[in-house]
Each structure stands twice: as C-alpha cells, then as structure tokens.
C-alpha cells in the first residue's frame, strides 16, 4: 500500500490539510480548535484514510494541540524545524506562498523525506514553558508601568493606582518564579539539564529557564547548527544587483523568544566567558561591527549550551573549542 501522508499548514485560527494518497491530492481547511480535530478525522475517514503520516511545522503553540490529537488518533506525527522545511523547498524552487501550497509542500516534504517521529512531551516541559512564558508577560507589564511613571509623570490618584499594580505585579513574579524553581526541582530530568546549562558564564537561572522552555529537548537535535537554526540565529547572506559582495542577516524564521532572551546573556557572556571573550575579540579585530558580533555571541553561547546538555557535562573551556554550528 502506498504511504499516505498530511501536510498540515497551521494558522491561530485555522489549519489548511493537503492529503496525498496514490498519487491524488485532496485539501481541506479546518478551525484550530477540538471541533476542527473531529471534523478532520471524519475528513479522513471519508477518504479512507483510516492511519496517516502527518506532517506540521514547529511553529509554536497553534500546533501543538492538534499533534497531541494527531498522535492520540494513532497517526504518525513529524514536527518539522522552519530552518529545515525553507532549506528543502528552496531545493525545489518553490516559491509560491498560499497556505494550500504551504501544506502541499509539508506533504510533499514528508512523502520524500520520510521525517523521524514525534511524540507528545513530558507534561513537566509544557508546564514550564507556560511558567516561563507567563512569567515574561508580567515582567513586561510591570516594565510598561513603569515607563509610564517616567514619561508621563500623572497625578496623585494615577500614580498611587500604577504603584499598586507594581507591587502586585512584584508579589506576583516572586511567587511565580518560586514556583518555576521549584517545578524544575522537582523533575531531575529538567534538574540536570539546569544545572548543565548554568554551569556556562553568561547563562544563569533566567536563561536556563528559558532554554529549558523554548526548547524541548536540546539533545533531540543532532548537531548545533540545527539548534541554531531552530533559534533563527544562523547567518543568511544578502546579495544587492550582480555584486557578489553582500552582507549577513540573521535568518529570523525560527523561535524569536529564544532570540530575544540570549541578547543581555550574549552581552554578559562577551565580558565573562573565556570562550566567547576570545571568539569575539577576533572578530572585532577582523573589523566585524558591534551587533554582527553580538549576534555570533548570542550564536556561540546557545552552542556552548547544546553542547552540555549534549554531552552530559559542564562547561569546560578546554572541551568546547571546537563545537561549531
């Protein structure tokens, strides 16, 4: 019997399937929510598509309900790495951007590719990127009444009411990260993995958090430079005209948290950690600017962090030369 596969472009409020069975093609929009799961599997089983090997981008969250349902459904599941799914249709030139074609393209990806396996997390991982997560939405309200108080100083009432808030918001982040310390102590995996992470200088509990969060599992991926490019850090080059002199970008296409929290640890680490102190002193020295260093720092330092957890052992200057993503 020939494979039979499901790409499956996700959207916050829809999804759009391209079914490929015996060379035919049939394609369907559902709403991202447990009445569109249902919907889907009476959609396949129309077409008796009774087992499938579906096939979603990592995308973040507006997927992650529908794999569960996929994978408690008995289908195969592969989530796919951006990085990976844009190096494979720009091998075939695709070029075309409509979400029925963007599902076309996972279809076509997971027929020829054969992509390994998902299975659902560990509930402890979930639980702590939503802690983490929600930890930085408080730290970012209490930030913006903050700005508030400064920019536009208010009366009396106003600044009594923003104040309150504030230390709200304090009581609420203290508890919260008590709470994130706490759930990481208690599930030795994630423990381990911590105390790996944190053994890097640049890298303290708050990164560490955060890697934890945003990233499943490091040692799922199979060498740094995928883990670079589910970070959306690996270089990409521009070209201008018929020059063949450009500049480096950075690719942007994958987990923009990851992105954001390395900046100030990348900065700290610059000062501090002998390996990436030395890394960008040649750089600056090969006349590289201020932000294309920060950028390879913030690079270095999360290959520094695949790494440990990928070996099993802390940090040691000695050993991690030659890591490269």
Same mark, same amino acid.
């Given at each position: 019997m020939d494979k039979v596969v499901l790409g499956i472009d996700i959207a916050k409020e829809t999804f759009?399937?391209?079914l490929v069975r015996d060379e035919q093609r049939s394609q369907g929009e559902f709403s991202n929510d447990p009445a569109g799961y249902e919907q889907l599997g009476r959609w396949l089983n129309k077409r008796k598509a009774k087992t499938v090997h579906a096939c979603l981008e990592a995308t973040g969250r507006y997927g992650d309900?529908?794999?569960v349902w996929l994978h408690e459904s008995g289908h195969g599941v592969s989530v796919i790495n951006p990085a990976r799914l844009?190096?494979?249709a720009q091998s075939r030139l695709s070029?075309?951007?409509?979400?029925?074609?963007?599902?076309?393209?996972?279809?076509?990806f997971?027929?020829?590719?054969? #992509?390994?396996?998902?299975? #659902? #997390?560990? #509930?402890?991982?979930?639980?702590?990127q939503a802690m983490v997560r929600q930890l930085d939405a408080l730290q970012a309200t209490r930030q913006q009444e903050l700005n508030r108080l400064a920019a536009h100083p208010p009366s009396a009432v106003v600044r009594q009411t923003i104040e309150a808030h504030i230390a709200f918001l304090d009581a609420q982040i203290k508890t919260l990260k008590t709470q994130i310390?706490?759930?990481?102590?208690?599930?030795?995996?994630?423990?381990?993995q911590h105390d790996l992470l944190t053994s890097i200088p640049g890298i303290g509990d708050t990164?560490?958090?955060l890697i934890l969060a945003e990233i499943r599992d490091l040692r799922a991926f199979d060498d740094a430079g995928q883990v670079v490019a589910y970070a959306g850090l690996n270089p990409r080059h521009r070209q201008s005209g018929k020059s063949v002199h450009g500049h480096s970008t950075l690719s942007k296409c994958g987990n923009a948290r990851l992105r954001r929290g390395l900046y100030m640890p990348a900065l700290v680490a610059k000062r501090f950690n002998p390996f990436i102190q030395a890394f960008c002193a040649r750089l600056a020295q090969n006349g590289k600017p201020h932000m294309v260093v920060l950028a390879a720092a913030m690079r270095k330092l999360l290959v520094l962090a695949y790494g440990v957890v990928k070996s099993g052992q802390p940090f040691d200057p000695t050993r991690f030369t030659s890591i490269h993503p």
């Open positions: 759009v399937v391209v309900a529908l794999a844009k190096a494979y070029r075309t951007k409509t979400d029925g074609v963007d599902a076309g393209l996972l279809a076509d997971c027929l020829t590719q054969s #992509p390994e396996a998902w299975t #659902p #997390p560990d #509930p402890a991982w979930p639980e702590l310390r706490d759930h990481i102590d208690r599930h030795p995996d994630l423990k381990s990164t560490a958090n």
